[in-house]
């Protein structure tokens, strides 16, 4: 049976692709950072899958040395999903790019030296979209612009670390070189597996308890969770994703039409008022949080779907399904009120 090793275990969308492999049969290692981690992977995994004995959590920081030659010993797949993913601007923007970065080389090196057959980098969206003078339609040619001052720490450390992942592979020769295939999903929403809500899940659920009196005028691709997690595994084992970076996306929405699905739901909190651009870069002058978005407001970002639709052949679940989901859960868990 083979093995396979998640990074960040405890993540939002790690424990997605964890409950899939465990339910196809493979033998998963994951790492985690913390004892409270690992127990809350354990609690997921004991509700959600029906295979949780084949799971075996180990600890590694992506910060330090120790721990990343033992995880990746014996796994012939390694999905790496560790990264750290926040939306308040950091004060010091290496406090993202260093752990995104040399994480990243400390986990290929360990690849490298036990032989793993095929990488699968969780890279995103941000490292594609970011920091352009025209708007278009991006697709997997493109690469943020990480030097443009409009571009946030967390984009960049993205984005640095997935041209990390292509360089360390070009760097290898034949004989040590593994299979990578990156996947760029947009923003990703979903039900979660544990009681950590998760970055994405935190902001919707602002928008839902009606934080937003007035919604910022951003327009962003959303892709559920449980399609992120198919594709990692179908790119794990698919010999057409090798080197190939992959765009995930189902549909973008302005984010006031997020708010009218949840409206047609059943949550009448969300506004259905946008806030003018002008506003909002006033406000991002006081608040540092709201400087990376308030570049983009009003402008409307597109993603090329066409690689995605090649490759993966199953309809991605509709966003209007899964902001529906999300909301229902994160009302269940008596966090909506
Ligand atoms: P989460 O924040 O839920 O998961 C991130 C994981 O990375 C956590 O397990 C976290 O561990 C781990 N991590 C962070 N810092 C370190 C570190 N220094 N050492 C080891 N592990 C660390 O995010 P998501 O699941 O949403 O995201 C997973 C990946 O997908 C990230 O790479 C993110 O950039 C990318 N992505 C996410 C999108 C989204 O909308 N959710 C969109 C596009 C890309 P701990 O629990 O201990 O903090």
Redo the contacts with the bound molecule.
Sequence with gaps: MDEVLV?????????HCIQQLLDQGFKVRC????EK?RLEVMKAMEHHSSNPDFLTIVF????LDEGWEDAVKGCRYVL???????TQAPTNEDVLIR??VD?TIRLLNACTVHQVEKVVL?????AICYGHAEHKIYDESDWTQYNDKSVTA?AKS?TLAEKTAWDFVQSLDEKRRFKLTVL??????GPMLSD?V???NAELLLLLKGKFPRVPKLHVGWVD?RD?AKAHITAMTCSNTDSERIILCEKEFWLVEIAEIFRKTGFLRPSLKEMPNIIMKILALFIRDLSGIANYVGQEIYANKDKAKGIFDWEFISIEESAAETAHQLDRMGLVD
Excluded: C, E, Q, W
Excluded at 60 to 63: F, K, N, R, Y
Excluded at 184 to 189: C, D, R, S, Y
């Design positions: 990074t960040g275990g405890s993540g939002f969308i790690a424990l790492t985690v950072r913390s981690k590694a920081d992506l910060l790496h999903t560790a990264s750290p993913f926040v752990p995104a994480g969780t890279s995103s969206f941000a967390y993205k760029n999903p947009v923003g990703v929403m950590d998760g970055t994405t969770v992120v």
